[in-house]
């Protein structure tokens, strides 16, 4: 029996595993994530996240995730989960965090602790329509990665660098993405 390699709790010989078959292969580095929202009342609504194709199929996590939303009562909301905002904040620090960890085993790097905290200013007024000068998204984010970890502060920095390089949440929210937004009328069964 082969003793696997694991480092941070990621199995090091599999993610080497992966790196080779997906350079021998590429079209199997392409990936399509989903979910599906639904709005329940105000600015509450449910996300649904179970499925999804990559490595070449159609597959689908072990369980389904259903995420709430919605908005402090400050913004009109009754509270019942972060906002969307918010779980940009959750999205962003959760993809630097797997990457940084995965990079972090590559380089046979152990890391003790990790932590993030992570501020996105907003100003509502873009939002509200009030002013056209603000815009509606976040105006800056700002992200502190907290490390416990006996390597060197200079090969953490490049751990930190690279994992902005390669985040892809942290790529969505830097750069400009397309993104297309199509409607349909549903039809109301009688």
Known sequence: MNEQTMI????VDRLVATIDTITNQPELGKFQFRA??????????ASTISDFYGAGKEDAHKNSFTLHGDEP??????DNGP???EFVLHGLAGCLSTTFVYYAAAQGVKI??????LEGDLDVRGLLGISKEVRPGFQNIRVMFHIQSEAPMEQLQELVKLAQMR???FN???EP???QVDMEKAVIAA
Request: net charge negative; glycine share 10%; no cysteine.
């Open 73 to 78: 009562d400050v913004l009109l909301g009754d």
């Open 177 to 179: 993405v397309p993104v």
């Open 112 to 117: 003790d602790a990790i932590s993030y905290t």
């Open 36 to 45: 599906r929202s639904r709005w329940i009342n105000g600015g509450h609504y």
């Open 172 to 174: 969505t929210v830097s």
């Open 83 to 85: 906002n969307p905002v």
């Open 167 to 169: 985040s892809p949440v």
């Open 8 to 11: 941070n709790g990621v199995n």
